[in-house]
């Protein structure tokens, strides 16, 4: 094979993975998973919370750094990248739920350049992509309204760089991905299915909810004031009945002859919880979690000492990577759909190269790993000390109490006294 079969075009560009249908997925013994469920799964607040988990990092912490040897292309590109990052990125990652997303591209003018402003939000299942040799050209979108025609709706076109497609989990789909909601969705479908565990939860709550109790009458009848003759029965549970809404009761003391009230209510004894019926719920919350990629490291506070800090590390740091990687694939289409096409535009064909490098996410997470090391060296030496008897090392009082000059120091567990 000669260098130019090397440099070429992917002889695999127009592949596409065995088995995919689209939105919708099958598997054995599961549900289906379309996008009328992910619907259904952006209605529920935890879903929501996981979305965030994995959105808000990637959207507060991510860097970017720029290299070219043309500073007017340097400056260009960071203008317009941190425009992008604070206006659209965040519309951009709805490929996070969706397993891809479409947007129309707005440009503005500045100083005679043309640049970046924003996109805007089109619905991932009204559109699909073209391609042409295997490389992304743009997408359709129906349900466009014609001009002069109320009622009429047509299929648009929206090649690049006038439209914006973006791409979560890729490796499943060239240009559909999937969805990051298709590992969640059995413990999601668990908990909302007829006879699920929300179901199960609010019928033992619903069963709980009323006073109910036990009333005990008089065999025969009472006569109202009316004069209607009424069963001592039916009285009884009226009576039981109308205390469901809440309510007092006034009932005659009369005794029978063996001296038992022949009119006594009993109010029922309290029930307990059934034994799994929380710990069930809690555990359907850490498989969407999971399922959605976040270990329980990150959404939950965990406790103990410095060991217990330790083993979390391992989980939370691989949660940051695959969001690094998430980052990258997000300005990777950035630049290759809108930012290219503006240097072109701007600067000639003939333009210094650049390349965008992404960073800050793994970053956090070696200044996290620098920290528990410090942390559990600390840790070492105080209980050295312990053994010793001499008490807490100097650095350990230090990190905790102050720096010696009368200013507080700052550390993971906040500024300190």
Not at 15 to 38: D, E, K, L, Q, T
Not at 161 to 168: Q, R
């Amino acid at each position: 094979m000669d260098a130019k079969q090397l440099l070429g075009p992917a002889i695999t560009a127009d592949y596409m993975p065995h088995g995919y249908w689209g939105m919708f997925m099958f598997a054995r013994n599961r549900p289906v998973f379309s996008g009328s469920v992910i619907r259904e799964m952006m209605s529920d607040p935890r879903v929501i919370f996981g979305l965030w988990l994995i959105k808000g990092p990637i959207l507060s912490n991510a860097r970017f750094k720029v290299e070219t040897e043309d500073e007017d292309i340097k400056e260009f590109l960071v203008a317009n990248i941190t425009r992008f990052w604070r206006n659209s990125a965040a519309r951009a990652l709805k490929a996070v739920e969706w397993g891809y997303s479409a947007s129309e591209v707005m440009y503005r003018v500045v100083e005679g350049q043309i640049h970046f402003d924003i996109i805007k939000d089109i619905h991932s299942l009204d559109c699909r992509a073209v391609t042409k040799g295997g490389i992304l050209i743009g997408f359709t979108v129906r349900d466009v309204p014609q001009k002069g025609r109320d009622a009429a709706r047509q299929k648009m076109f929206i090649g690049i760089p006038k439209g914006f497609w973006h791409i979560h989990w890729r490796d499943r789909h060239p240009w559909y991905g999937l969805s990051r909601l298709f590992g969640a969705h059995i413990p999601w479908w668990e908990a909302w299915s007829d006879g699920g565990y929300r179901d199960i939860r609010r019928l033992w709550f619903h069963k709980n909810a009323f006073e109910g109790g036990v009333m005990y009458h008089p065999p025969g009848i009472t006569r109202t004031k009316e004069g209607i003759a009424v069963s001592n029965k039916d009285l009884a549970r009226e009576m039981i009945e109308k205390k469901r809404t809440g309510g007092t009761l006034t009932l005659p003391n009369t005794m029978s002859s063996d001296g038992i009230r022949s009119w006594e209510y009993a109010p029922p004894a309290p029930n307990s919880i059934p034994a799994g019926l929380l710990e069930y719920g809690n555990s359907l919350k850490e498989e969407l979690f999971e399922g959605m990629g976040i270990p329980p490291e990150v959404f939950e506070g965990g406790g103990g000492g410095f060991g217990a800090a330790t083993g979390r590390q391992v989980p939370e740091e691989a949660f940051f990577s695959v969001l690094q990687e998430m980052v990258q694939w997000l300005i990777s289409d950035a630049d290759q759909q809108i930012f290219r096409h503006l240097v072109r535009m701007n600067f000639g064909d003939d333009h210094a190269k650049y390349e965008i490098i992404p960073f800050g996410l793994t970053a956090k997470a070696e200044e996290r790993e620098d920290q528990m090391k410090e942390d559990v060296r600390q840790a070492q030496a105080a209980e050295a000390s312990r053994l010793a008897g001499t008490g807490m090392p100097t650095e350990m009082s230090n990190r905790f109490q102050g720096n010696g000059n009368g200013k507080a120091t700052t550390s993971p567990l906040g500024p300190s006294a």
